[in-house]
């Protein structure tokens, strides 16, 4: 939450992707509703930034995608749900 506040504050800040249903976790970090999108699985939306030094539009897709993650607290307990 520290570091979401401080990008927040940037002048500049990024606009955030988030998987579906986890927006209300972004209370309190000073993002407005328009810096945010969830996407569902296999879902895209496009965002539309400038870059090089000629500052030319591009738009760039991304795509939320289904992820396992796996916990461990030791060397030897990898994988154990």
């Not at 970090?29 to 000629?54: C, I, K, N, P, Y």
């Not at 591009?58 to 795509?63: M, N």
């Amino acid at each position: 939450m520290t570091t979401l506040k401080a990008i927040a504050k940037r002048p500049n800040r990024p606009h955030v992707f988030l998987p579906l249903n986890t927006i209300r976790c972004m209370s309190g970090t000073g993002f407005d509703r328009s810096d945010m999108t969830e996407l569902d699985w296999w879902e895209t939306a496009d965002l539309s930034v400038m870059v090089g030094e000629d500052r030319q539009p591009t738009v760039l897709t991304v795509t939320g995608t289904p992820a396992q993650h796996f916990t461990s607290r030791t060397p030897f307990d990898k994988s154990v749900r």
